[in-house]
Nanobody
Framework: QVQLVESGGGLVQVGGSLRLSCAAS????????MAWYRQAPGKQRELVAT???????NYAGSVKGRFTISRDSAKNTVYLQMDSLELEDTAVYYC??????????????WGQGTQVIVSS
């Protein structure tokens, strides 16, 4: 059974920084894209950043230049460094990954989410 476990959320002031981590564990034969999503109260879940298996990254326009996604393939872990945080970044952040749970079987997985609150 594969699990994604996020950590690193919390309360931070405007302009501050946080680093989120997401570790994949279980029967893992390989990981393709890893990504971070977020969902603010009353809003739909939105894509924040992606990291491909080959190392390319993409960002939502609202976070470009402030957030950095990275991954440690040896640890099956993806990170989200969030700098210059704004009130609008307040949300539950979810980790997402396409994981091979056997040599030929690929499935999309979600973490349980970690709360980020940016205060003034």
């Amino acid at each position: 059974q594969v699990q994604l476990v996020e950590s690193g959320g919390g309360l931070v002031q405007v302009g501050g920084s946080l680093r989120l981590s997401c570790a994949a564990s279980g029967s893992i034969f390989g990981i393709n894209t890893m990504a971070w999503y977020r969902q603010a109260p009353g809003k739909q879940r939105e894509l924040v950043a992606t990291s491909s298996r080959l190392g390319s990254t993409n960002y939502a326009g609202s976070v470009k230049g402030r957030f950095t996604i990275s991954r440690d393939s040896a640890k099956n872990t993806v990170y989200l460094q969030m700098d210059s945080l704004e009130l609008e970044d307040t949300a539950v952040y979810y980790c997402n990954a396409d994981i091979y749970y056997s040599k030929t079987s690929l499935r999309n997985y979600w973490g349980q989410g970690t709360q980020v609150i940016v205060s003034s």
